[in-house]
């Protein structure tokens, strides 16, 4: 039996000069080609690059008619602000919300709902939802959040998303493929049938993923600690091989465990990703058809 590659996507985040502009252009350019089945854009903590989300998603839709998921926070606005928002999309034709609680505003002590404000995810996304014409995505954590107890209260919650109209769940990244196979296995024996789609991380600064992790409770592997700082001996192509090869054996595991799509957070740097899609299969769509 012939296995079928994974369907992908892409998270960017919005640029905020003239320099990241381009890098960002160049990434979606670059990346477009292997047929995503949605791209995503992030959203600054407290609501930071509200304008500058909107304005990356409608260019990327429009000028590579990419599918495009918006990323909407509860931080820093009013039902009603954050309603205009929705509208706004629709409006310019984008149908995918990647619905959040999001992070507290820079020097915030933790999240606080804004007075006339959503409280939390599962009412913003039961507000979109009612409008009926929105695919919601979510976030899904197969380590706690940070503002988690345990596993368990994460899927209890992600269950109350689903309940709400959430229509699919992007994880957070995570370095071991049981991590997630455990978390997928308690999301199906609570009841929840929305597609799970693990979020990958490709490790373009080592010193960067480590704070990344330490920022949203992902587990860091003693073994992954030793082989960077073995490789770093070595140089930075060294450094670029080993991270290419972690990120196609945990693709390559998860796949074999029946996940068939994977979400890829680029950083807004091509390279190390479209290496990875290229050693799981996924090429060029314009390649494939002269093939065929």
């Known amino acids: 039996m012939t296995r079928q ?11 905020k000069t003239l320099d990241a502009s381009f890098r960002l252009w160049e ?39 990419l599918q495009v998921a918006a990323h909407l926070t ?6 009603e602000e954050t309603m205009k928002i929705v509208q706004d ?5 984008i149908r995918d919300i990647v619905a959040l609680r999001g992070d507290a505003p820079k020097g915030a002590d933790g999240f606080t709902a804004h007075q006339d404000g959503f409280n939390n995810s599962v009412e913003l996304i039961e507000a979109i939802a009612a409008r009926g014409d929105m695919n919601i995505r979510v976030g899904a954590y197969p380590e706690p959040h940070p503002d988690s107890p345990d596993t368990d209260a994460d899927v209890a919650w992600l269950k109350r998303k689903v309940e709400a109209g ?19 296995d308690k999301c199906a024996a609570a009841g929840i049938d929305a597609p799970i789609v693990p979020g990958i991380l490709p490790i373009q600064s080592w010193a960067g993923t480590k704070r990344f992790a330490a920022m949203c409770n992902t587990t860091v ?5 030793e082989a960077f700082d ?45 290496d990875v899609c ?13 093939v065929a």
Not at 37 to 60: D, N, P, Q, W
Not at 221 to 225: E, F, K, L, T, V
Request: charged share 20%; aromatic share 12%; with cysteine.
């Open 278 to 290: 290229a050693a799981l299969g996924v090429r060029p769509k314009a390649a494939l058809e002269a």
């Open 27 to 65: 990434t979606a350019r670059a990346l477009a080609p292997l047929g995503p089945e949605f791209v995503s854009v992030t959203y600054g903590a407290g609501g930071t690059t509200r304008k500058l989300t909107h304005e990356a998603v409608t260019t990327i839709n429009r000028q590579f008619g």
């Open 89 to 93: 999309y629709a409006d310019a034709g």
């Open 74 to 79: 509860c931080v820093e606005a009013t039902r």
């Open 230 to 274: 073995l490789a770093a001996l070595d140089g930075a192509d060294a450094q670029r091989q080993l991270a290419t090869g972690i990120c196609v054996d945990l693709c390559e595991t998860l796949i074999a465990g029946g996940v068939d799509r994977l979400h890829f957070y680029t950083l807004n740097r091509p390279e190390l990703t479209r």
């Open 166 to 184: 959430a229509t699919s769940a992007i994880t957070q990244f995570f370095f071991d493929a049981d991590t997630f196979f455990r978390f997928r």
């Open 5 to 15: 590659d994974p369907k992908i996507s892409f998270e960017f985040f919005p640029p």
């Open 221 to 225: 592997p003693d073994w992954a600690h």
